[in-house]
């Protein structure tokens, strides 16, 4: 069974930084893709990095360039999000998924995980 575990949640001040982790069983994740998507209360969930299968190709959304990397250690079998800079507003449940290509549209994405809960506040 394909299951996807993320990590790494907590809570951290503002201008504090956090690594998410996307860790995989049941199947290998060099044959995926692997999106980060969050979502806040009363929020869409909405597209925030994805990485390709080579990891060759990243994508962000426009409110974390600069602030968060993704990267993939597929010898590890897991992904990262690197978030540094935090605000507040970046409070909010955070997901990864897989599917075959990079993109932060939710709808192309097969599986998910439960999420990890990221907290910024003072």
């Known amino acids: 069974q394909l299951q996807l575990v993320e990590s790494g949640g907590g809570l951290v001040q503002p201008g504090g930084s956090l690594r998410l982790s996307c860790a995989a069983s049941g199947f290998t994740l060099d044959s995926y893709a692997i999106g980060w998507f969050r979502q806040a209360p009363g929020k869409e969930r909405e597209g925030v990095s994805c990485i390709g299968i080579s990891g060759g190709s990243t994508n962000y959304a426009d409110s974390v360039k600069g602030r968060f990397t993704i990267s993939r250690d597929n010898a590890k079998n897991t992904v990262y999000l690197q978030m540094n800079s935090l605000k507040p507003e970046d409070t909010a449940v955070y997901y990864c998924?897989?599917?075959?290509?990079?993109?932060?549209?939710?709808?192309?994405?097969?599986?998910w995980g439960q999420g990890t809960q990221v907290t910024v506040s003072s």
């Open positions: 998924a897989a599917n075959q290509r990079c993109t932060v549209i939710r709808s192309y994405y097969d599986y």
